[in-house]
Each structure stands twice: as structure tokens, then as C-alpha cells.
């Protein structure tokens, strides 16, 4: 038996037909893939910046005379804030996230009148880590966005530190 076709110009009409809408339906995938990425991304920023400021209300200010550890205080917040934890990493959890992105203010309120000063950590203040000036590239459309700044601020912990005070 013979097979016949409608017409033999309509021949390799399938294929063309499987090319367009692969090619669109490929590019929809990317960009939603791309879009779930920016989301992850905007997450991690909100995070990271809750995770430096709940390590740095528990932080002496900077260079606080008698509070142990105080000079290093800004970059152990910085590592925080970009490697999860306060000593240097290798790969921070954000593409392209540096130190010069973060930055952490210390807000220190002075003993009310009559009271002794009790300037250890933060207390009585608040401390607010901020990542600013970061742009996040789209992988597929090299399209670059400038990310709001992030910000987290909150109240000052003692963590049971008292300056001239040694633990047992």
C-alpha cells in the first residue's frame, strides 16, 4: 500500500512547528528558573542581614576598652552577614556579595541621669546591618537589577558580659 500525502510542500512542517515552540517553551522555562533565583536571592538578602544583626547585638561595640574581642567586631559581623558564620568563608551565600555591601552601625544610648554608665555590648542602644549597592544579573538576559537597600536593626544584648568582670 502506498502511502499519499496532502501535498508535498507540507513536508518537514512538523519539525518547524516543534523548533518554534520548543525554542518558546525553553526560554518561558529559563526566565521562570531565572525569576525563582531573584526570589532565592532577595531571601537570602533579608536573611543574611537578620542573621548579622541578631550576631551583632550580642557584640561589644567596636573597639570597646575592656570588652575582649571588640577590634575585630565590624568584619566578624561582615562574615556573618555574608558566610553564615563569623570567620571568613571561601564562597559567600550571595553571588557578588562583598564586604563593602554591608555596613553595620552601632547606636549606643548613655546611661540615664543618676545611673552608672553600663556601656557593655550594645546595651541600651541598637544595632542596624544594612546590604546596599548590590545589583543581581539575570543569567539569560544579562539584564541587571538594583537591589533595594536591606536593613535589619534591633535592640542591644548584654550576653551576660560585664566589663572588668571575668567569667569562672
Known sequence: MKRHTKNHSERGTAIVEFAITAAFFLMMIMAI????????????????????????????????????????TLDRVKNVVLYGTPAAGTSPLVNNLTPSNVTVEYSVNTAPAGQPPTDFGVARGTVSVKIVNYSYTFAVAAKIINMPPYQTTVAGESAGFIPGVTCP
Open 33 to 72: 528558573i531565572s525569576g525563582g533565583h531573584l526570589f532565592f536571592t532577595h531571601n537570602a538578602m533579608v536573611e543574611s542581614t537578620r542573621r548579622g544583626a541578631r550576631y551583632a547585638a550580642n557584640q561589644c561595640k567596636p573597639n570597646l576598652a575592656g570588652c575582649p574581642n571588640s577590634d575585630t
